[in-house]
């Protein structure tokens, strides 16, 4: 079993930065694709970035190429999101959970809000 913990979020202005970070407890983390997932308000919960388990190969939406980077430190079962020139639009809470999903390991997740 898995269990994630996520930090970092906080009220930042346009084109300022955060960095998320998402703590997981469990051995299995190492062997498991991990993602961020984003609610904006009013929103279903999308797939923003992923991160594979040994090679580290990334994906990202398109809404945050070239703003967000995912990484992976499997020494601290730990996923980082590295959030830059942050937008309004960005703004929501960001969860992480495996790819494919587990619902039972959704977290509390941890607001961003991004000020115009």
């Known amino acids: 079993q898995v269990q994630l913990v996520e930090s970092g979020g906080g009220l930042v202005q346009t084109g300022g930065s955060l960095r998320l970070s998402c703590a997981a407890s469990?051995?299995?983390?190492?062997?498991?694709?991990m993602a961020w997932y984003r609610q904006a308000p009013g929103k279903q919960r999308d797939l923003v970035a992923l991160?594979?388990?040994?090679?580290?190969?990334?994906n990202y939406a398109d809404s945050v190429k070239g703003r967000f980077t995912i990484s992976r430190d499997n020494a601290k079962n730990t996923v980082y999101l590295q959030m830059n020139s942050l937008k309004p639009e960005d703004t929501g809470v960001y969860y992480c959970?495996?790819?494919?999903?587990?619902?039972?390991?959704w977290g509390q997740g941890t607001q961003v809000t991004v000020s115009s």
């Open positions: 959970n495996s790819l494919p999903l587990v619902p039972d390991y």
């Open positions: 469990g051995s299995s983390f190492r062997v498991k694709v």
């Open positions: 991160i594979t388990a040994t090679n580290s190969i990334t």
